[in-house]
Nanobody
């Protein structure tokens, strides 16, 4: 059974930085794209960033481009999200997930809709104060 455990969230002032981690277990993840979503109170879960199996392709939501960086360590089955220049609008619960529909692909289209993912971890809370 796939398990996704997010960590690294916390309370930070606007302009600060956080690094989120997502440890995956239960399957081999190195062949698949991984990504991050977030959900703010009263809002739908939205795409944040994704990375291909090799790390050679990345994609970001317009709202985080230039501030967030996604990376992965296949040896550790872990994906990271470095978040810099944080804004109050970044306040949300952050979730990671894996696109098992593609193998060894640079295609990140699978992360367009959060609703396409059936299972989720518990997420990690990020709160940015103004």
């Amino acid at each position: 059974q796939v398990q996704l455990v997010e960590s690294g969230g916390g309370l930070v002032q606007a302009g600060g930085s956080l690094r989120l981690s997502c440890a995956a277990s239960g399957r081999t993840f190195s062949a698949h794209a991984m990504g991050w979503f977030r959900q703010a109170p009263g809002k739908e879960r939205e795409f944040v960033a994704a990375i291909s199996w090799s790390g050679g392709s990345t994609a970001y939501a317009d709202s985080v481009k230039g501030r967030f960086t996604i990376s992965r360590d296949n040896a550790k089955n872990t994906v990271y999200l470095q978040m810099n220049s944080l804004k109050p609008d970044d306040t949300a619960v952050y979730y990671c997930n894996v696109d098992f529909t593609t193998w060894f692909s640079s295609n990140l289209d699978g992360f367009r809709r959060a609703a396409d993912f059936r299972s989720w971890g518990q997420g990690t809370q990020v709160t940015v104060s103004s």
